[in-house]
């Protein structure tokens, strides 16, 4: 520790400082741009070796592991704000602008009838002086007065009603000129509270600034709401809730020593009640006064699960706000140990393999999707991500029923051979199809049940019976231009408030390979440099998991093929190829399984041939292999060797040709030249724990 002297609670935060509070001395750790408060034998990583009952010092503990976790959300909050906030702007720009136009409107409307009210006045006093010497005539000439009938009904003379007459005139012309008063101060910007400004400045003279609220649902020590106070300009007021008064406690002492009472709430309450309280406030709160409670990011980072969390979050959420989950049950959502619990968790069946992580994503974000279609609420997931011992993912929520209606068309089943050679192939659930109008000049979506069954019950590759998995979110699982704008603010991240932005840069680098292996396409809107562009709602995954070359080797017995020229085939062969981010060696193409396993039959042709006897009869690779190509007869030169093409060299035609031919006729070309990815700054893409015992910890006693 660099000082054994304890300071009082409102001392400047430090870290590796001793504090003292009520008695107690507690060490200070930094992580950001926060601090908080733990006794100064707390563990800070797992120690198989540490009794489980409770201790002191397990009250609090701080856990290294998760400032990747927490460095991400910040980034991914700061990028999804801005974007948010600057719809904002624009919308109340274009309301005043609208307001104002509307104001003018209404002035000039007043204004012609001040001037229609003016020359009718003139008129009618002309009438009335005519009337009147045409009266004093009668008078003078001895005629009857003439009578009129009264407001009453009674008959009076017509000198009486002309008095009443007056009076009535001259009061509607004041009426009218205290209207046109009223009308031309508004236009002024004379008028109540209510009236945008029209410099856009509040009445303080500070620029407008948009609500931006953060719910931290599962806070324990703070220290999320604490960064996000610290690191977010922008957002107005973050609400860091735990039901465990002791936890709160400790909460408010943390928000306290870092002087962020003003920005911060602490709150004691049940997370789903809390969040069920502010989307239904109780009656006595509504009135013309009354502003809604709802936020803007809600943060679910619970002990395992977010399951039981997420309706009441969706309620909780603004239109146009965003998700932020963490799910830690990897062993529920990505193994086929306990698939009953998954389905009651996540309302599908998890999916047996190596890519049982990116199942796992999928199966989240169909919990996820399905609760908001209840809702009429649409999701788009803007990053998700398989990290360590959890998964992490960011999705923008939506308020349309339209784009509702794709959602049974973004949901499959999958036939998985996981007993088998590990191929496996989807089911859509719905179908989306656009259709021209009886007119023709324009279209319209049609939403029909899909056929089915999309596969056999036995594999059609090596006969191995195959299971289902699912239903599982189908459409993609990131946003293009939401992982380009937060790669900007990684390259300007301060290393020392974010310590990860190594592993962070390499891993958002590699989720943004993922997005263009299938045809990625934004929606059209209004041209906006600010402002992420929205997925199309009918987008499809098509490549929703990876493979693995060495994985398939293990099937057919043989030796691996390299990562460079597995994916110098594929692309050889028409087919795009990248890496996947949940695992290091993996493969993403939209390359079918008959194509896939075209490869490797050519691999084992071309460059690794298997020793006779190592592959039986009942094997799985024994009936791949036997759909194998005769060894062609080549004489001459060369005979016997691949032709090697470069990335230049490749004709596109006849990439196209192979692409869409028989597998059989495809030309199989293992060119590592051609499956290198180009040279750039070495990233931390999967990285290696950097000690022994690194994972989860136990949670607080």
Not at 307 to 324: E, S, T, V, W
Not at 426 to 451: C, E, H, V
Not at 612 to 626: A, C, D, F, S, V
Request: aromatic share 6%.
């Amino acid at each position: 520790m660099s000082d054994n002297t304890a300071v009082p609670l409102t001392a400047a935060p430090a870290a590796d400082q001793l504090v003292e509070h009520d008695g107690k001395v507690y060490r200070t750790i930094r992580e950001g741009r926060a601090y908080i408060l733990v006794p100064p034998k707390a563990r800070t990583e797992l120690d198989p070796r540490v009794a489980k009952e409770a201790s002191e010092n397990q009250k609090v503990f701080y856990n290294p592991i998760q400032q990747f976790n927490r460095d991400l959300s910040v980034l991914a909050i700061r990028t999804f704000g801005r974007d948010i906030c600057e719809r904002r702007r624009m919308k109340r720009e274009g309301g005043k602008q609208k307001n104002d136009k509307k104001r003018e409107r209404k002035g000039e409307k007043k204004v012609a009838e001040k001037e229609d009210v003016k020359g009718g006045s003139e008129k009618a006093e002309a009438d009335q002086a005519t009337l009147k010497r045409q009266r004093e005539e009668d008078v003078e000439s001895g005629a009857p007065a003439k009578m009129v009938k009264g407001s009453d009904g009674n008959k009076i003379p017509a000198a009486g009603a002309e008095a009443v007459q007056e009076d009535t005139n001259g009061n509607a012309a004041d009426a009218e000129k205290m209207d046109v008063e009223t009308t031309t101060a508004a236009n002024n910007g004379e008028s109540t509270s209510e009236a945008i400004p029209a410099n856009g400045e509040t009445d303080e003279g500070k620029p407008w600034q948009p609500r931006f609220r953060i719910l931290d649902a599962l806070s324990a020590t703070g220290l999320r709401a604490l960064r996000y106070a610290q690191e977010i300009p922008f957002a107005t007021s973050i609400v860091a809730n735990d039901m465990d008064r002791k936890a709160v406690e400790s909460m408010a002492v943390n928000i306290k020593h870092n002087g962020l009472e003003d920005k911060i709430t602490a709150n004691t309450g049940n997370a789903i009640a809390h969040m069920y309280y502010v989307a239904f406030p109780p009656e006595e709160s509504h009135g013309p006064d009354h502003v809604s409670g709802k936020y803007d990011v809600i943060d679910l980072d619970p002990y395992g699960t977010a399951a039981p969390f997420i309706d009441a979050a969706l309620h909780a959420i603004n239109d146009g706000g965003m998700l932020c989950v963490t799910c830690t049950d990897s062993g529920v959502f990505a193994s086929c140990g306990y698939p009953e619990k998954t389905f009651s968790l996540y309302g599908g069946m998890p999916i047996k393999g190596s890519h049982s992580h990116e199942g796992g994503l999928r199966l989240v974000l169909h919990s996820i999707a399905t609760a908001a279609a209840k809702q009429g609420i649409a999701i788009e997931p803007l990053l998700s991500l398989s990290i360590d011992f959890y998964l992490r993912v960011f999705v923008r929520v939506r308020k349309s029923p339209a784009e509702v209606k794709f959602l049974a068309g973004k949901t499959m089943l999958t036939y998985n051979c996981d007993y088998g050679c590990g191929a496996w192939k989807t089911q859509m659930l719905g179908r989306n199809t656009k259709q021209p109008s009886s007119k023709g000049d324009n279209t319209f979506w049609k939403y029909s049940i899909a056929q089915a069954p999309s596969a056999n019950s036995l594999c059609d590759h090596c006969g191995s019976k195959t299971h289902v998995a699912g239903p599982m979110w189908a459409g993609p699982i990131h946003n293009a231009a939401f992982i380009e704008r937060m790669l900007k603010d990684v390259e300007t991240a301060d290393k020392d408030v974010y310590g990860t932005t190594e592993r962070i840069e390499g891993m958002l680098d590699t989720a943004l390979d993922e997005i263009y292996v299938t045809n990625y396409v934004p929606e059209k809107g209004p041209a906006h440099e600010d402002l992420i562009p929205r997925t199309i709602p009918e987008q499809i995954d098509e490549s929703p998991f990876f493979v693995i070359p060495s994985t398939l080797s293990k099937v057919i017995h043989s030796q691996a093929p390299s990562e460079a020229a597995f994916k110098g085939a594929l692309r050889h062969a028409g087919y795009r190829a990248t890496r996947s981010h949940c695992r290091p060696g993996s493969i993403k193409t939209e390359a079918p399984w008959s194509a896939i396993w075209e490869i490797m039959r050519e691999w084992v042709r071309q460059k690794s041939p298997i020793k006779e006897g190592k592959l039986k009869e009942n094997m799985p690779g024994y009936r791949i292999m036997q759909a194998a190509r005769e060894p062609e007869k080549e004489t001459g030169e060369g005979a016997g060797s691949p032709e090697i093409v470069t990335e230049h060299e490749v004709d596109e035609i006849a990439a196209a040709a192979n692409k869409a031919g028989d597998v059989k006729k495809m030309k199989v070309v293992f060119d590592e030249a051609l499956g290198r990815d180009k040279k750039g700054r070495r990233l931390v893409r999967y990285q290696q724990n950097p000690r022994e015992n690194w994972g989860p910890m136990a949670r607080a006693k």
